[in-house]
């Protein structure tokens, strides 16, 4: 006959994914310190190293330079090119990213589900995260073609400077958050999460210009995935996430 979930007996592992999500509602603290932190952490190191040395290279060889002069002045032409070398650093970045994430995703969707990757590329965070170093990088290309031997825009290299500082900094705390996201747990939370929005929408019989069909078929394309992902962990004698994908995909039906 035809196997019944009601029979089966959760295992630690739904206990760990359902007190995980309970934790996550629970503790907005959660973005401080995945984020906020280790970027404090970051940027307060580097810029503490910066100033030490700066304070010790002025105290022994700086002459009549002032630790104010020396932080806040620069001659126009090494500012100019330091904006190439800033250019060419957020490329590399962009490119170091892309490849990582597409190598770590294409074999998680490999593993769980071949709809992984549209998952991840309809995520908030990496959409942010990407946006921010393409517009970094496109925008020190304007500023190097507009930087001239006697003009050099002051407000824009600084600009620079912060967008440059914003993308190293947050570079680790998003690796982390990839690695996150690409955890079992998390990608049957999330697949669980828009199946319980799109059957919401149809109780409770909005009026936002969405028809029917469409959220039928978003629940049942949640539903495929998490059937996906229980049927490669069975392949992979994966028992645990198996009966986790079986758990939820019960409690969504509920």
């Known amino acids: 006959g035809a196997f019944d979930l009601s029979r089966l007996k959760p295992t630690r592992l739904p206990a760990r994914l359902a007190a995980a999500a309970r ?81 770590v995703l294409q ?12 998952l991840f590329l309809a995520d908030k965070v990496n959409i942010a995260y990407f946006a921010l170093m393409v517009v970094a990088s496109i925008y020190s290309g304007l500023l190097l073609y507009v930087s001239k031997a006697e003009f050099l825009p002051l407000f824009g290299a600084v600009f620079l400077l912060i967008m440059t500082t914003a993308i190293l900094g947050l570079l680790i ?46 629940v049942a394309n949640a539903m495929e995935q998490i059937s996906d992902i229980s049927l490669s962990a069975v392949s992979q004698n994966d028992r645990n996430l198996a009966l986790g994908a079986a758990y939820w995909c019960r409690l969504t039906e509920t």
Request: aromatic content about 12%; hydrophobic content about 50%.
């Open 107 to 118: 074999l998680a969707a490999q593993r769980y589900t071949p709809k992984l990757v549209d």
């Open 173 to 218: 705390p998003y690796f982390a958050y990839v690695f996150l996201f690409l955890t079992p747990g998390n990608i049957i939370r999330i697949i669980r999460r828009n199946a319980k929005r799109g059957m919401e929408r149809v109780i409770e019989r909005r009026q936002d210009q969405i028809p029917y069909p469409v959220m039928q078929t978003e």
């Open 23 to 103: 934790a996550r509602r629970d503790k907005p603290r959660n973005w401080v310190r995945r984020w906020v932190v280790p970027f404090g952490i970051i940027v307060g190191i580097s810029v503490s190293i910066y100033l030490f040395l700066n304070f010790v290279d002025l105290r022994f060889f700086g002459g009549s330079h002032s630790f104010a002069e020396v932080l806040l002045f620069s001659n126009p032409e090494d500012a100019g090119n330091a904006v190439s070398d800033v250019a060419q650093v957020l490329v590399g970045i962009l490119g170091l990213v892309v490849t990582v994430v597409a190598i």
